[in-house]
């Protein structure tokens, strides 16, 4: 069974910064790209970045790009989203997912955590 | 990097059919066929329910297609049941590692 497990979400001054993580069981991760997406409380959902399987390509959205970077730890079977200078409007659920292998069409989700930027 | 152009609602009755679309560009849905579907229910994350433009995967019924012409995606629920209610939104891979979403469209089945 695939599954992705999120982690690492919390409350965070304004400035601050925070590392996310996804845990993935159920197939090799080796083999998969994978990206971060967001959804602000009762909004819409928004691509943050991406990386592939052996992390040569990395991208970001122009609103995390400088302040966010997406690393994977395939040994281990990690995902992660490292959080720099947040800032208020960075508030939402972030979930990460997998690219299908051979495209760029996504599938499974993991179940999301939440990170609140507040003062 | 835009969002993909979705209505902000529809509604359908129970047994019609509906289709919802998803405007993007030469850059992202005109490009490349990569765009994927997904149904999210309240508190819950985003299930994909279409990808590839028009492949359904295992388990999703039948009465769920996808369509793609020019730089708009289509999905259409026929034969609507009242389990169809919810949020879905489309993505589409832009090149270069970078994807875009849709900003969703709420279904309600009357």
């Known amino acids: 069974e695939v599954k992705l497990v999120n982690s690492g979400g919390s409350v965070v001054r304004p400035g601050g910064s925070l590392r996310l993580s996804c845990e993935v069981s159920?197939?090799?991760?080796?083999?998969?790209?994978m990206i971060w997406v967001r959804q602000p409380p009762g909004k819409g959902l928004e691509w943050v970045s991406g990386?592939?399987?052996?992390?040569?390509?990395?991208g970001y959205a122009e609103s995390v790009k400088g302040r966010f970077r997406i690393s994977r730890d395939n040994a281990k079977n990690f995902l992660y989203l490292q959080m720099n200078s947040l800032r208020v409007d960075d508030t939402a659920m972030y979930y990460c997912?997998?690219?299908?292998?051979?495209?760029?069409?996504?599938?499974?989700w993991g179940q999301g955590t939440l990170v609140t930027v507040s003062s | 990097q835009s969002a993909l152009t979705q209505p902000r609602s529809v509604s359908g009755s129970r047994g019609q059919s509906v289709t919802i679309s998803c405007t993007g560009t030469?850059?992202?849905?005109?490009?490349?066929?990569?765009v994927t579907w997904y149904q999210q229910q309240p508190g819950k994350a985003p299930k994909f329910i279409i990808y590839?433009?028009?492949e359904r995967p295992s388990g999703v019924p039948y009465r769920y297609s996808g369509s793609k012409s020019g730089n708009t995606a289509s999905l259409t629920i026929s034969g609507l049941q009242a389990e169809d209610e919810g949020d879905y939104y489309c993505?589409?891979?832009?090149?270069?590692?970078?994807?875009?979403f849709g900003g969703g469209t709420k279904l309600t089945v009357v």
């Open positions: 997912v997998r690219v299908i292998v051979g495209g760029y069409s996504c599938d499974y």
């Open positions: 159920g197939f090799d991760f080796n083999d998969y790209g």
């Open positions: 990386i592939n399987w052996m992390s040569e390509t990395r």
């Open positions: 030469s850059g992202d849905v005109g490009k490349f066929n990569y």
């Open positions: 590839d433009v028009s």
């Open positions: 993505s589409s891979y832009a090149g270069s590692y970078i994807w875009a």
